[in-house]
């Protein structure tokens, strides 16, 4: 089995930053991509950021030049690094990857249990 467990979600104030990580563990033969996600109270999940095996980030245009995904290939650890943060950025976050895993074969999509987000005005 794969697990991914989130962690570096909290409180704070507008205009703040957190940290958030995301490890991945278990049978783990590869990680593709990486992502993370975020669900606000009444409404559809949506994507923040996904970044490659190789580096290649993608971020949603609501997160540009104030989020920064990046990732740690030799710890199956993707983080999210994030700055200015506003009270719309409130949700849970919930980060993702495409594992080969030596248990359930072919690459599958894993989900962490999310972290809580809180921004306040």
């Known amino acids: 089995q794969v697990q991914l467990v989130e962690s570096g979600g909290g409180l704070v104030q507008a205009g703040g930053s957190l940290r958030l990580s995301c490890a991945a563990s278990g049978s783990i033969v590869s990680i593709n991509d990486m992502g993370w996600y975020r669900q606000a109270p009444g409404k559809q999940r949506e994507l923040v950021a996904t970044i490659t095996h190789y580096g290649r980030t993608n971020d949603a245009d609501s997160v540009k030049g104030r989020f920064t995904i990046s990732r740690d290939n030799a710890k199956n650890t993707v983080y999210l690094e994030m700055n200015s943060l506003r009270p719309e950025d409130t949700a849970v976050y919930y980060c993702?990857?495409?594992?080969?895993?030596?248990?359930?074969?072919?690459?599958?999509?894993?989900w962490g249990q999310g972290t809580q987000v809180t921004v306040s005005s």
């Open positions: 993702n990857a495409d594992v080969l895993s030596a248990a359930t074969g072919p690459y599958r999509p894993y």
